[in-house]
């Protein structure tokens, strides 16, 4: 039997081919829409910054976008504008140039930067050489989750759903693929044929009884873990630091357990702090274990020191 399809019918059908083009059309321009342009190019300009920082300090790059976005207001905010202050950080035992605003309090002290890349550095520096942010560390680079839970339960922000705001902005720009692209923390280790030609091995020194090397351009603890022959987990421990701290040229890499005091034939039994020094940079310096740099001081773990406080030895 022959059915007749009227031009009516076929006309229906095209039309509501075509409306469902469109509406497709429109659904994919709106998703697209939900996306703030000023984010993407945000994003877009500090990524490969965020990369770099987690490479040297272990702080997940979504992380450091994310807060960013939230604290620059992707780089529109007063504090970013007029200070390149792009993390909210506040002064604090801060000795360079400032500024005030309005946060929690009116006309709050808040870091004043050169530029932004030192805003970046300053917020690796702020996480990595505090104590009430170790427990950070342990967490894996692409944890982004425990880190947003994390740095509100260490006090970094006053923001009850500052996690929920996190974790939103990495999921939303896709922040996380920018953990698992960057560079890998740890260098390929040197085939058997020998180290790569800008590796050298270290001269061991000493300090008030503790070996110690002095770390190399492009040097890493899985290098030197292989050369003296003490596994990278001892020496991050020796050395108080988090497992996915970096190196700089320059840094003391000890070989053994720092002491709780230098001895008394030690030269000097006392530091005058200068600016920027941590208490973190100054046992290293003397080889005092942090827990007791503290204790002889009678100092709490929430002291930052100024430059130009004097610190016992011993």
């Known amino acids: 039997m022959n059915i007749k399809i009227s031009n009516t019918s076929i006309m229906l059908k ?11 059309a429109n659904l994919i321009s709106l998703n697209a829409q939900t996306k703030n342009q000023g984010y993407l190019n945000y994003i877009n300009k500090y990524a490969p910054t965020a990369q770099q920082q987690q490479k040297k300090y272990g702080i997940p790059a979504s992380i450091k976008l994310a807060q960013g976005l939230l604290e620059s207001q992707a780089g529109n905010g007063r504090l970013a504008k007029e200070a390149n202050n792009h993390f909210g950080i506040k002064c604090g035992d801060w000795t360079g140039r400032k500024i005030y605003h309005d946060d929690d309090k009116r006309n709050e002290c808040f870091r004043r930067y050169s530029d932004v890349m030192d805003s970046y550095t300053d917020h690796s520096l702020f996480l990595a050489k ?9 967490l894996k680079t692409t944890d982004y989750k425990g880190w947003a839970k994390g740095l509100k339960k260490c006090g970094y922000a006053t923001d009850p759903k500052y996690p929920e705001k996190l ?4 999921e939303d720009y896709d922040l996380h693929k920018y953990d698992k692209a960057t560079v890998t923390f740890i260098r390929e280790e040197p085939k058997s044929e020998g180290y790569p030609s800008w590796y050298a091995k ?3 020194y000493k300090n008030d009884g503790l070996y110690y090397v002095v770390a190399k351009q492009n040097d890493t603890y899985a290098l030197i873990s292989k050369e003296i022959g003490i596994s990278q987990r001892k020496l991050r421990r020796y050395n108080e630091v988090p497992k996915n701290m970096a190196l700089d040229k320059g840094d003391i890499i000890y070989l053994q357990s720092k002491n709780k005091k230098v001895s008394r034939k030690y030269p000097v039994k006392a530091h005058i702090v200068g600016p920027n ?3 973190h940079d100054i046992s290293q310096k003397y080889g005092i274990r942090l827990k007791y740099l503290y204790k002889i ?3 709490g773990y929430d002291y930052y020191p100024k430059s130009g406080d004097v610190l016992r030895l011993r």
């Open 167 to 170: 974790i939103k902005l990495i």
């Open 277 to 279: 020094d941590t208490m």
């Open 130 to 138: 505090r104590d009430r942010y170790s427990s950070l560390f342990d």
């Open 297 to 299: 001081n009678n100092k």
């Open 202 to 204: 270290h001269q061991v």
């Open 14 to 24: 095209k039309l509501l081919f075509l409306l469902s083009l469109f509406l497709s």
